[in-house]
């Protein structure tokens, strides 16, 4: 299942990318796109995480995206800034909950 993820992912095929990551939980979907990304390097990793926050944004998938930013593709020029968003977003829509 795993591969069929990043097979998915890498092809741009994010729709079904996100019908296989629905199984998954935040925890388990944060390391498998952590470990998919360390591997290949590719921007869609990131897009896709992003597909999943435009269609629900939730501070679990921004901390996913700012893991994202800050490990793996973290020699992306302009990726510490973008991880900075993220974590502002995480902290915006913590406040909000309260």
Known sequence: ??????DFILSGN???AKK???DLSYEELDAELTNIAFNNSNITNYA???????ENEKV???GIAFDMLVNPLCHIKGAY??????????VE??????
């Open 14 to 16: 994010l729709e079904k």
């Open 48 to 54: 896709f995480i992003m597909r999943l926050i435009v």
């Open 93 to 98: 829509l913590t406040i909000n909950k309260m």
């Open 60 to 62: 679990e998938l921004h």
């Open 1 to 6: 299942m795993i591969n069929k993820l990043k």
């Open 81 to 90: 800034y973008v991880a900075l968003y993220h974590a502002k977003r995480c």
């Open 20 to 22: 296989i990551s629905s």
